[in-house]
């Protein structure tokens, strides 16, 4: 059993991509993981790099394990992280911590073009798209209803809780407080369901709204 590759690691020129086998038992597939980033020895030291879980869903208890097996024997810098993760809470539910009354929301109808830029102290929704060259920076979580192709930074004033949210995301540069990520451009390609970034232990993961 220990001899199949249910694990495999496959290099892309936008990050490494991990394929999981989807019928194996998690254990078994962690024991795996282990083995081969050991194995690699050097290969992943001092990487920055982007990194995919593909071939199954994972809880959010599960990803953050793999994450953590990768960490404790590569010093690698993982800026992004796209999962096929189920457990996705609703957009309602991300939003009721963040838009409690005490917070200010900035609405904004139509599309940000090249060279406008929004900025706001609380969270923004745009609807709308925001292409190449358009800005936001809020101190609260960004929405767009449309696609978001410029520059987004949510949380500026260094809230980690924030979110970015969009129909289609794919972003010249996304932040949230002070963590920075470009995404991949096998991930600016559509079509694809609505997705929200948000951070996790230092990170920014991006899931689908499914």
Do not use: W
């Amino acid at each position: 059993m220990t001899n199949q590759n249910y694990v495999i690691f496959k290099g892309t020129k936008d990050g490494i991509t991990v394929i999981f086998d989807p019928e194996v038992p998690f254990p078994i597939l962690c024991g795996q993981l282990e083995r081969k980033v050991v194995e690699a020895g050097k290969f992943f030291d001092h990487v920055k790099t982007s990194m995919a879980f593909k071939g199954r869903e994972f809880s959010a208890a599960e990803e953050e394990e793999l994450i953590q097996i990768i960490k404790k024997h590569a010093t690698m810098d993982i800026t992004f992280v796209k999962t096929e993760n189920s457990e996705v809470r609703e957009l309602s539910e991300l939003l009721a911590k963040e838009m409690t009354p005490g917070n200010l929301t900035k609405f904004h109808k139509g599309s940000l073009r090249n060279g406008q830029k929004i900025e706001f102290e609380g969270s923004v929704v745009v609807v709308g798209d925001v292409n190449p060259g358009a800005e936001i920076k809020a101190g609260g979580n960004v929405i767009v209803l449309g696609q978001m192709k410029g520059m987004v930074h949510a949380g500026c004033k260094g809230d980690t809780s924030a979110f970015v949210s969009a129909i289609f995301m794919a972003p010249i540069q996304l932040r949230i407080a002070d963590i920075i990520t470009r995404f991949p451009e096998e991930n600016k390609r559509g079509p694809k369901p609505p997705e929200y970034a948000f951070v996790q232990n230092g990170q920014i993961f991006v899931m689908a709204l499914s």
